[in-house]
């Protein structure tokens, strides 16, 4: 049964750890039932760790199950387990299948971000730009899928990099999900990222010429993953250097993956041409990655990503010391500018790599894709700020 906007799936209540002694369980119950009947949801504010007593809940990596380990954190950079998981019975947590609605309003059970207005921004992204060889009678489902895909990087990318929920146990967790999906979890962050993932993957496999590349579509979210992992080791360990930076990072764009995507539904496409035509999407992925990058570096610097390129290369020039993006974020920012330049010099040679070798695919026209190509770089320049809209303030529950 999908999950309305306006609904709440009342095995939750069951559930909840409430980091709060003065708000007993009933109270709780009781609010949420009051708010139910008025339909107004948004008014529940209870803080969430997976508190009992002096311990916090976390993942055990090796039993694959929910276990107990002191709050106490060894490294320093690493943030407490998120503030807006906990555990619950999953088993009625659905969604349809061709409503993006649905995933929007099942991410906002575990995520921060203005899901309102960056999915839908996404969404029309993906309208405006893909491969033009795609039979139109999949463009609609293609979007949407593509869509979903982003609100699963989101929700992965943040457990990477947002210093409020960063966690190396449920990246881990999340990481191996596409692999094992059919494992429910009784968690609700784990669970909306493998319902999720569920969904997408039975779309996908429903598209036609899902076997021709389904190995390349495994092997480019896997680099994917990898991406996250390395950008978790670089804001907890301080391995940040150009040359990794270049090679990981950019694959948190997934633009390889949807292309993988658009060529399940690309009848016409001569499969003996995927070397080339990856080499151009290469450039294309690292395009994308910088534009957003300068998009969004603002509010990395709110959720101290040092992963980011442009404040991990700051940090290794010197301009500014790690701890000035939590005492003074707004100097922070302005030791970042000089840097902007080299970003957008890269943006420039990556579209004449890519327009250098785009004539040598013959079974796509990837002219008009070039064009689109630079509209939507342009697209991520001026994009809004939709996180100046997002809670500057601890992470809360909303069911």
């Known amino acids: ?17 409430i980091n709060n002694k003065k708000n007993p369980i009933d109270k709780l119950h009781d609010t949420i039932d009051t708010l139910f009947k008025e339909k107004n949801l948004d008014d529940i504010k209870y803080s969430m760790f997976f508190q009992d007593n002096e311990s916090i809940s976390t993942l055990n990596m090796n039993s694959m199950a929910i276990d107990s380990k002191s709050s106490k954190d060894t490294n320093e950079y690493t943030s407490k387990t998120p503030q807006n998981i906990s555990r619950l019975d999953n088993k ?3 969604i349809s299948s061709n409503d993006l609605n649905d995933t929007i309003e099942l991410y906002k059970l575990v ?13 029309n992204i993906y309208d405006r730009i893909h491969l033009p060889s795609i039979q139109n009678e999949y463009k609609q489902i293609l979007n949407l899928t593509k869509t979903k895909l982003g609100i699963f990087n989101v929700l992965i990318d943040d457990l990477a990099d947002n210093s409020k929920i960063r966690n190396k146990e449920l990246l881990e967790k999340c990481m191996v999900i596409p692999w094992n ?6 968690n609700r962050y784990l669970e909306t990222v493998r319902t999720i993932w569920e969904d997408c993957i039975k779309s996908i496999e429903e598209f036609p010429r899902f076997n021709k590349f389904e190995d390349v579509f495994y092997f480019d979210l896997f680099q994917f993953m990898n991406c996250n992992k390395y950008s978790y080791l670089v804001n907890t360990k301080k391995t940040s250097n150009f040359t990794e930076d270049k090679i990981y990072l950019h694959h948190g764009v997934m633009v390889l993956l949807h292309c993988d995507l658009d060529l399940m539904c690309s009848p016409n496409f001569d499969y003996n041409e995927l070397g080339k035509l990856r080499e151009i999407l290469y450039y294309v992925q690292d395009y994308i990655h910088i534009g957003n990058m300068l998009s969004t570096y603002t509010r990395e610097v709110e959720e101290l990503d040092v992963s ?7 940090l290794r020039r010197g301009l500014i010391e790690r701890n000035l993006l939590t005492t003074d974020p707004e100097y ?13 010099k890269r943006m420039k040679e990556n579209l004449s790599s890519i327009n250098k070798y785009i004539n040598e ?30 809670r500057n303030k601890p992470l809360e529950i909303y069911n």
């Open 111 to 123: 995520g921060e971000r203005n899901a309102d207005f960056l999915f839908h921004w996404i969404y």
């Open 361 to 390: 695919i013959n079974s796509i026209d990837l002219q008009d894709f070039y064009q689109r190509l630079k509209s939507v770089g342009d697209a991520f320049l001026s994009r809004k700020q939709y996180w100046k809209k997002s």
């Open 92 to 94: 009625n947590q659905s």
């Open 181 to 186: 999906f059919n494992e429910k979890y009784n």
């Open 332 to 344: 922070a920012l302005e030791s970042l500018i000089p840097l902007i330049p080299i970003y957008q």
């Open 1 to 17: 049964m999908p999950i309305a906007s306006n609904s709440i799936n009342r095995s939750y209540k069951n559930n909840l750890f």
């Open 308 to 314: 980011s390129p442009i404040i991990s290369l700051a």
